[in-house]
Every structure is written in structure tokens, then in C-alpha cells.
């Protein structure tokens, strides 16, 4: 990539390119400083599992401009269209979310107009503000988050960009997951939003066979909570977004004998299917 850019580069451009690194073994990053001594490279070196979301808010506390390009390194750009759009919607006030071509074989000469995928952005600090991409354990869904946050502000210029291209790597959710935490993506979540440790070594200890998550990542097909309109409200949401046609059941430990029916009772039918109020951990069976 570093490459590509110092192609594209122009006098008037003024940046940096921040190399958030989780401990790769592949490439000694260190190599590129020497390589292209005229790009201002900063290696941010992180002793944790991957995470895309933290590496991103990683280097977004250490960027010393304004203007960021929150970018993946399997991107390839053959032209500055780019870079000119971004400066464009920029000073228009707004984030800027270039649909890109996918190559999907390994000689780069097939692929498509990836028109649903949302991670990569131009967005400038002040827009940020306090916003923090999440930080998930798992591949996938921090996009469509940053993605929601804008769009729902009205603030998000999207269209396609020629030149663009996301280069072709292997598909597997094994492949994309296996540095993740949570590196095993056919192992099914429970979300919980309590957090007494007492509690959850108990789920641990009864639902040993799944990841217990305090997220809503992609994979979660389970919620255990106490009751809280908020977070039914986000269960609600994550179904009609990510789980259409797979199941989710939902449980609700009553432990304050709340009337439980009647507050719910504002969602449709097919999601109060999914709820099931229970006594305690021990009720419930999945």
C-alpha cells in the first residue's frame, strides 16, 4: 500500500500513515520506514488479541491530523479519485463512505460493486467527537455500526469510486476470525448484559459449549438478561438487522417480579415469540 501511495501523492498532501500492528508475523513493518524514508509511517505495536475496531481507535488517538482515512491494508488504489472525493465531501461536513470494486480471484480480474460493505471511511475528528468504533471479539459488524451512527445523523455521502479495489483474499469467516479473541467463529454467543462475576461463571459453567459476550457481535443466537427497555430495544434492532431468518431466543431472569408481559407487549409477535421470562440460569435449557 505504502507503494501505491506515494504514486498518488501529490505536493499538497500533508499526511501520515499509522501501522496499527497486533504482533504480525508475516512482514517485518519495521522495513518499511527505511523503504519509503518520504512517507511519515508511525508502527503502533499492540500485544493483544486483533481486534479491527480497537487497532482503528488505536490509531485514531495517535493521528496528529484532522482529517483520517480509516483504511484496511488489502486495499489497492490505481488512480487519486479517491482521495479527491474525500477532500470534496469533507469540506462539505461530511463522512465519507466510498463503495469500492471487490476482486474475488486470485488473478484480480473478476469481481463487483461491494454496495453493502461500510468499513472503510474519511471522517474528520471534530465529527468523531467522543465516538469510538467497537471493539469487537469476533470478525465483522464495527462497519455497520459506524455506518448506523452517521447515517442516522444524516451526515454520510456514499457512492462509487473508479480506481478503487478491495483485493481478493480467502473468504472463510476462519480466516478472517482465526487472530480474533473469540477465534472460533462456528461457536455459537450468549449475550448477557450483567456483569457480577458470580453470575457469569455460572453461565460459563452451564453453557461451557458457547462464547459468553457483553457485545452484540455478529454470531450471538442467545441473550440472557434482566430486564432493561434499552437493551430489548437493541435486541430488537440486532434480530430485524443481522438475524432475518435464524433463530434468537431471548431470556429474561425476573428476579424483581416485574410484569414482564405487559412491557413488552409494544413489540411485534414475532419478536415476543423469542422472549421467555425465567426464575434464574437453572430454568433455562438451550
Given at each position: 500500500?505504502?507503494?501505491i501511495?506515494?504514486?498518488?501523492?501529490?505536493?499538497?498532501?500533508?499526511?501520515?500513515?499509522?501501522?496499527?500492528?497486533?504482533?504480525?508475523d508475516?512482514?517485518?513493518?519495521?522495513?518499511?520506514v527505511?523503504?519509503?524514508?518520504?512517507?511519515?509511517i508511525?508502527?503502533?505495536?499492540v500485544?493483544?488479541?486483533?481486534?479491527?475496531?480497537?487497532?482503528?481507535?488505536?490509531?485514531?488517538?495517535?493521528a496528529?491530523?484532522?482529517?483520517?482515512?480509516?483504511?484496511?491494508?488489502?486495499?489497492?488504489?490505481?488512480?487519486?479519485d479517491?482521495?479527491?472525493?474525500?477532500?470534496?465531501?469533507?469540506?462539505n461536513?461530511?463522512?465519507?463512505?466510498?463503495i469500492?470494486?471487490?476482486?474475488?480471484?486470485?488473478?484480480h480480474?473478476?469481481?463487483?460493486?461491494?454496495?453493502?460493505?461500510?468499513?472503510?471511511?474519511?471522517?474528520?475528528?471534530?465529527d468523531?467527537?467522543?465516538?469510538?468504533?467497537?471493539?469487537?471479539?469476533?470478525?465483522?459488524?464495527?462497519?455497520?455500526?459506524?455506518?448506523g451512527?452517521?447515517?442516522?445523523?444524516?451526515?454520510?455521502?456514499?457512492?462509487?469510486?473508479?480506481?478503487?479495489?478491495?483485493?481478493?483474499?480467502?473468504?472463510?469467516?476462519?480466516?478472517?476470525?482465526?487472530?480474533?479473541?473469540?477465534?472460533?467463529?462456528?461457536?455459537?454467543?450468549?449475550?448477557?448484559?450483567?456483569h457480577?462475576?458470580?453470575?457469569?461463571?455460572?453461565m460459563?459453567?452451564?453453557?461451557?459449549?458457547y462464547?459468553?459476550?457483553?457485545?452484540?457481535?455478529?454470531?450471538?443466537?442467545?441473550?440472557i438478561?434482566?430486564y432493561?427497555?434499552?437493551?430489548?430495544?437493541?435486541?430488537?434492532?440486532?434480530?430485524?438487522?443481522?438475524?432475518?431468518?435464524?433463530?434468537?431466543?431471548?431470556y429474561?431472569?425476573?428476579c424483581?417480579?416485574?410484569?414482564?408481559?405487559?412491557?413488552?407487549?409494544?413489540?411485534?409477535?414475532?419478536?415476543?415469540k423469542?422472549?421467555?421470562?425465567?426464575?434464574?440460569?437453572?430454568?433455562?435449557?438451550?
Open positions: 500500500m505504502c507503494k501511495i506515494i504514486k498518488r501523492k501529490k505536493k499538497k498532501d500533508i499526511f501520515e500513515v499509522i501501522l496499527v500492528d497486533f504482533l504480525s508475516d512482514y517485518n513493518l519495521e522495513s518499511l527505511d523503504q519509503y524514508k518520504n512517507l511519515d508511525k508502527i503502533i505495536k500485544n493483544d488479541n486483533f481486534s479491527r475496531g480497537k487497532g482503528l481507535n488505536i490509531g485514531i488517538k495517535n496528529k491530523y484532522s482529517n483520517l482515512f480509516l483504511c484496511d491494508a488489502d486495499m489497492y488504489f490505481t488512480g487519486r479517491i482521495f479527491e472525493n474525500a477532500y470534496k465531501e469533507l469540506s461536513n461530511k463522512v465519507f463512505f466510498p469500492c470494486f471487490t476482486l474475488i480471484e486470485p488473478t480480474q473478476i469481481g463487483y460493486w461491494r454496495e453493502k460493505g461500510y468499513g472503510l471511511s474519511f471522517v474528520t475528528k471534530k468523531l467527537g467522543d465516538y469510538e468504533l467497537s471493539e469487537y471479539n469476533t470478525f465483522g459488524k464495527e462497519d455497520n455500526d459506524i455506518w451512527f452517521f447515517n442516522e445523523k444524516n451526515k454520510c455521502a456514499r457512492y462509487r469510486v473508479k480506481n478503487y479495489y478491495h483485493q481478493w483474499h480467502p473468504d472463510s469467516k476462519t480466516f478472517k476470525n482465526k487472530n480474533y479473541a473469540l477465534s472460533d467463529y462456528s461457536r455459537v454467543k450468549i449475550y448477557t448484559n450483567v457480577e462475576n458470580k453470575f457469569l461463571e455460572k460459563k459453567e452451564k453453557f461451557n459449549k462464547y459468553i459476550v457483553n457485545n452484540l457481535e455478529l454470531n450471538v443466537n442467545y441473550a438478561i434482566l432493561s427497555e434499552s437493551v430489548l430495544n437493541k435486541l430488537y434492532e440486532f434480530k430485524n438487522n443481522y438475524l432475518k431468518s435464524r433463530d434468537f431466543k431471548i429474561i431472569l425476573n424483581s417480579n416485574i410484569n414482564i408481559v405487559q412491557n413488552i407487549s409494544n413489540y411485534s409477535l414475532s419478536f415476543r423469542d422472549i421467555h421470562v425465567v426464575e434464574s440460569v437453572d430454568k433455562i435449557d438451550i
